[in-house]
Structures are given as structure tokens and as C-alpha cells.
Nanobody
Framework: QVQVEESGGGLVQAGGSLRLSCAASGRSFANYAMGWFRQAPGEEREFVARITWSGGSTYYSDSVKGRFTISRDNTKSSVDLQMNSLKPEDTAVYYC???????????????WGQGTQVTVSS
């Protein structure tokens, strides 16, 4: 079992940057693919970025490609999401999740954090 907890959210102006962190605890963190998802009010939870267990491959949604970077450090059991050139439409609660299948589908991720709010003002 893996527990995950996000941090680093906040309020930022459009064009600014934020770095989200996800701290994981439990055994076998390195066995899990890790993903970042987000959910805006009234919207479904959507895929943002994911990274394979080794960190060797990363994937992004079209809406964040080129602006966001996901990375992981298995020695620290952590995953980060660097968000640059933020836009008001990036406003959402951001969730970190762990799963054994590297996929964009939220339903395939077994362990979720409580989320951290990101608000981008125009």
C-alpha cells in the first residue's frame, strides 16, 4: 500500500509558475507509475501528466505539453510537477496518484492524495 500527499498549491498570476510536490510513503514506491490529475468545479477529473516507475518515460495532456514537467525521485519517494506559463484555465484541484499500470485513465490508479488547490488569476 502507498500513501500520497500533495503540497505546493496556491494562488499565482497568469504567466507565473508553481511547483507541486507529492510525497509517498509505504513499500515499493518505485514499483508504481505516478500520475498528476486535476479537477475543476463542475468538471470531471482529467489527466495532466504521468511518469513510469523508472522515470524513463513521461506523458502529458495536450493542454499542458511544453509548459508542465513531471519528475520523480525514487530515493526520496517523491514526484514533482513543475508548472510554468500558467493560465487561468489551469485552475483546479490537483491530485497525485499511484498505480501499477501507466495510463491516462484515473480509474486505473489505486492510491490518491487529498489534492492541492491551484488558482491562476488573470
Amino acid at each position: 500500500q502507498v500513501q500520497v500527499e500533495e503540497s505546493g498549491g496556491g494562488l499565482v498570476q497568469a504567466g507565473g509558475s508553481l511547483r507541486l510536490s507529492c510525497a509517498a510513503s509505504g513499500r515499493s514506491f518505485a514499483n508504481y507509475a505516478m500520475g498528476w490529475f486535476r479537477q475543476a468545479p463542475g468538471e470531471e477529473r482529467e489527466f495532466v501528466a504521468r511518469i513510469t516507475w523508472s522515470g524513463g518515460s513521461t506523458y502529458y495532456s495536450d493542454s499542458v505539453k511544453g509548459r508542465f514537467t513531471i519528475s520523480r525521485d525514487n530515493t526520496k519517494s517523491s514526484v514533482d510537477l513543475q508548472m510554468n506559463s500558467l493560465k487561468p484555465e489551469d485552475t483546479a484541484v490537483y491530485y497525485c496518484a499511484a498505480g501499477l499500470i501507466n495510463t491516462n485513465r484515473p480509474s486505473e490508479y489505486k492510491y490518491w492524495g487529498q489534492g492541492t488547490q491551484v488558482t491562476v488569476s488573470s
